[in-house]
């Protein structure tokens, strides 16, 4: 069984630049969630879809950042415009359930922002 | 607000020591804990779980925590490491009814051979 896979690994932008993150989900996990680690500092909650909708965007840090689930499969991410504190390691995650299941993390998608 | 602290940044240990990585929480509902762990050039996985029941539990690796309500801590152990345990260690807090996971800040092992 594929894990969640997440595109690109690496990207460097320059600032004011867009930048589109992909993740896609284990099949059949209707939970898919986004975090962000900036460097040194822990990993934060973005945002969690359950199927395609946005059940909990509380974490999102402004309105620069767009997160879409179309059709309740994969997931993409948009940062437009980016901005030098953007850049940090962006993981996704899945899970079946909300309680009693874990959640499995893509290896992320490291965004640097020049 | 729920938070999770861990005591540890970097944790440098010799081969066949024991470790104990500390994580505290704080949540007043009822709460799933987990270890995860990256490993260099790894995504995130799960070392082990906590959803109810025996309050020590073990997970992959020889890896073991221990639940205890009244300290709220979910301390992470592990006698003895060996050098591939180097790796960085998350704690996560889950409250029961969102799916949102809450991490502490990460400590990072090296185990020297």
């Known amino acids: 069984e594929a894990g969640v896979t997440q595109f690109p690994s690496h990207s460097v932008i320059e600032k004011g630049q867009t930048v589109t993150l992909r993740c896609d989900p284990i099949s059949g996990h209707d939970n898919l969630y986004w975090y962000r680690r900036v460097m040194g500092k822990e990993i934060k909650f973005l945002l969690h879809f359950v199927k395609e909708s946005k059940q909990d965007e509380s974490g999102m840090p402004n309105n620069r950042f767009l997160a879409e689930r179309t059709g309740g499969t994969y997931s993409t991410l948009k940062v437009q415009p980016a901005e030098l504190e953007d850049s940090g390691v962006y993981f996704c995650?899945?899970?079946?359930?909300?309680?009693?299941?874990?959640?499995?993390f893509g290896q992320g998608t490291r965004l640097t922002v020049v | 607000a729920q938070s999770v602290s861990q005591h540890n940044h970097h944790v440098i240990l010799s081969e066949a020591a024991s470790l104990e990585l500390g994580c505290n929480y704080s949540y007043g509902g009822t709460v799933n804990l987990f270890w995860y762990v990256q490993y260099p050039g790894q995504h995130l996985q799960l070392l082990l779980k906590?959803?109810?029941?025996?309050?020590l539990v073990k997970g992959i690796k020889g890896f073991e925590a221990e639940f205890i309500k009244s300290k709220v801590s979910f301390n992470l152990r592990k006698p003895p490491v060996q050098w591939s345990d180097t790796a960085e260690y998350f704690c996560?807090?889950?409250?029961?009814?969102?799916?949102?996971?809450?991490f502490g800040q990460g400590t990072t092992l090296q185990v020297k051979p």
């Open positions: 995650a899945s899970s079946q359930d909300l309680s009693n299941t874990e959640a499995f």
């Open positions: 906590y959803f109810s029941g025996d309050p």
């Open positions: 996560a807090v889950r409250s029961g009814n969102t799916g949102k996971l809450i």
